[in-house]
């Protein structure tokens, strides 16, 4: 008798003429470390492969552009030219080999591509000016004939490259969704006005793909079953446009939102603000209208959840996008009855933030991410160790975890009654649910390992002598800095840890000193909580408030979070702006606290700011002293998290991740 838990997650489906083992795929995710003529590195291909070798029924390679002139950016996959076919084929069997089917998407930016013709203009819809300045020339018939021919090119291409799906995106703003949008296409000729004008490329883009493919290969389109804009279309025109598509697909892609405008983008990839399947909704009312199989992406991390949608009809297929980040193994793991080992994606676009910046995918939980190479040809330590890890936050939780599994001897200290760290603090914020989730999936991991706990116990020089460690990894975390301005000692000051950890203490009217990402956040929490909040913060506004593009003194001045990560400031700003009990002020320094206010400089003008409580939350402070004393204590002694420099949640795990798999190696 079969015990498998989620019967109707994995149950195997046909779509077209290919059988899928499971309902759970990995939706399309583009790959920004590319060589440099824009096709797939090594790294980039064991990207994909990790996830095949999880268990994804399919695994799709994103923004595949069907030519140079469509790419919206510099880091998407040239589609146009044969250049990296050997890449291409190398991808596709790194996922078939593992029994998942390679996917890949054809994409086109249309008026948002980042080519430039030499006469300074660019492709779109109808003539026009964008707002950088950049001329926009209306396609005519021979343009459209040839970007249709294009999409069929790349598909052809790709069935040669062993791709066994075509995802055509329609969605998000991109070239055919802008085809497909009243809002943007309002074109007199036989491609734009009437519905069927609109409906006219797309269709023509998926009968090209099919002829080209030789119907082999099941079609996947992939919409937006509302733009998600004050002028945009509604479900009700996503439904229509997917009935459109119905029988001329083999599967049918219900996302939400637009690429090009935060609001909507924070829809398309929901923040931490949001609840878990956010835009289920949009798929159940476009499945009920269709005879296409039909597939849901967006805030799923659930495998109960996803059970439940899958059995209930709302959806035929999950699609998982950052989560196939946080565990590339989620399905394996959910088959096997290991769902409570599933690490669960936080939305705090740890990962976009850093592909953005750096180029590389990197997971705030998950240190294998943009290491995969290291993963796949991982080597065991040479000799086994007695390791001491000094503190049990985020840090020393991974360091301990990661010695464990390499077959270390692990003692874990904590000076405090509970691992976790100063993070713990959090646990009662309703969006920091799944940070909370994190912690007690590595409390739990830990549990079940050979690692000596020892709470209640902090390590000192005299207790690193009495365990005679041959290594010493220091965790030890940070403290929050007090700033020195007259009246912080008084009784209506606290840390930002305090009032995370009792509301009560903070009145109806609060002021935060300091607008990074915990100023910020606690402000949100406060102002959720029917507070009227005032974040002061020291520097001008910067790049999240730019990006938002509102200017506002209540909007335009909340920027601080910015840079760490980038997206969750995007994502903090655009919730600010609906919040009107939530005010920033930037270029402001707090000059003296009283039992009334705030006296401050803003912007070069001395002004009092009345509040009944303030809260500091303008960074942390390494324990240097603590860590340092243990510095001779053992053969090998590191470093790491806030007790070196104060870091993120990904830099402490990555960090204590490598520097425990560097132990052993002589």
């Not at 930016?109 to 003539?127: F, H, R, T």
């Not at 009662?428 to 940070?435: D, E, T, Y």
């Amino acid at each position: 008798m079969s015990g498998l838990k989620y019967k109707h997650l994995f149950e195997p489906v046909k779509i077209g003429r290919t059988l899928f083992k499971n309902r759970i795929f990995a939706s399309p995710q583009d790959h920004p470390d590319l060589t440099c003529d824009l096709q797939l590195t090594r790294e980039a291909r064991a990207f994909y492969e990790v996830k095949a070798m999880g268990g994804y029924a399919s695994v799709c390679v994103g923004d595949f552009m069907v030519e140079k002139e469509g790419h919206s950016h510099p880091w998407q996959l040239d589609g146009d030219g044969n250049f990296g076919k050997a890449t291409m084929t190398r991808t596709a069997r790194g996922i078939t080999r593992h029994g998942a089917v390679a996917a890949i998407e054809l994409n086109h930016a249309g008026i948002n591509s980042s080519y430039v013709y030499p006469e300074g203009y660019v492709w779109g819809l109808v003539d026009g000016m964008r707002p950088d300045g950049i001329e926009i020339r209306a396609m005519d018939d021979e343009r459209i004939e040839e970007l249709i021919k294009k999409f069929a090119q790349a598909a052809a291409y790709a069935r040669q490259c062993g791709f066994g799906m075509i995802t055509v995106h329609a969605g998000h703003g991109w070239c055919l969704s802008q085809f497909l949008s009243p809002r943007d296409n309002v074109r007199k000729d036989r491609w734009g006005g009437s519905f069927e004008n609109r409906m006219r490329f797309p269709l023509a883009v998926i009968e090209a793909v099919k002829k080209a493919t030789a119907g082999a290969l099941p079609i996947e389109v992939r919409i937006s079953g509302a733009e998600w804009l004050p002028d945009g279309y509604d479900i009700d025109e996503g439904v229509r446009i997917a009935k459109a598509f119905d029988g001329k697909v083999d599967l049918i892609h219900v996302s939400v939102g637009h690429h090009e405008i935060d609001a909507a983008s924070m829809r398309t990839h929901p923040t931490m603000f949001l609840e878990d399947g956010c835009n289920v909704e949009f798929a159940r009312r476009v499945k009920a209208c269709v005879s296409a199989p039909v597939a849901t992406v967006g805030a799923l991390t659930d495998v109960g959840q996803m059970e439940e949608i899958i059995a209930s009809g709302k959806a035929d297929i999950v699609c998982l996008g950052r989560q196939t980040l946080a565990d590339p193994d989620l399905p394996i793991k959910a088959r096997c009855g290991r769902e409570d080992e599933i690490n669960k994606c936080m939305r705090c676009f740890t990962c976009f933030s850093n592909s953005t910046l750096g180029g590389v995918f990197y997971c705030a939980t998950n240190p294998k991410i943009g290491n995969e190479l290291d993963v796949l040809y991982d080597t065991p330590p040479v000799k086994r160790k007695k390791v001491l890890i000094a503190g049990g936050g985020i840090g020393g939780m991974q360091a301990a975890i990661t010695a464990a599994e390499r077959g270390h001897e692990v003692i874990l200290c904590e000076k405090t009654d509970s691992l976790g760290g100063v993070l713990q603090c959090e646990k009662n914020i309703p969006f920091k649910k799944k940070l909370e989730e994190y912690i007690a999936l590595q409390r739990r991991k830990i549990s079940r390992m050979a690692i000596d706990v020892r709470l209640d116990t902090e390590v000192t020089p005299a207790v690193a002598e009495e365990i005679s460690p041959d290594v010493i990894i220091a965790a030890m975390g940070s403290v929050p800095v007090k700033p020195k301005i007259p009246g912080i000692e008084g009784e209506n000051v606290y840390g930002a840890n305090e009032i995370y950890y009792d509301f009560d203490k903070a009145g109806k009217n609060t002021l935060i000193l300091g607008g990074g990402l915990v100023g910020l956040e606690l402000g949100v929490a406060l102002a959720m909580e029917d507070r009227n909040v005032t974040v002061v913060e020291m520097l001008p506004a910067t790049i999240a408030s730019e990006k938002s593009g509102d200017t506002s003194e209540r909007m335009g001045e909340a920027g601080m979070a910015a840079g760490e990560p980038l997206v969750q400031g995007v994502a903090l700003c655009e919730l600010i702006k609906t919040m009107p009990n939530m005010r920033i002020l930037t270029s402001a320094k707090a000059l003296e606290i009283s039992e009334t206010g705030v006296r401050a400089e803003i912007k070069g003008k001395e002004d009092f700011i009345p509040c009944d409580t303030v809260i500091y939350a303008v960074g942390q402070r390494p324990r240097e002293g603590e860590a340092l004393a243990l510095y001779d204590c053992a053969p090998e002694f590191y470093q790491i998290g806030d007790c070196s420099v104060p870091k993120n949640i990904m830099e402490a795990t990555q960090q204590a991740y490598f520097i425990a798999r560097d132990i052993g190696r002589y």
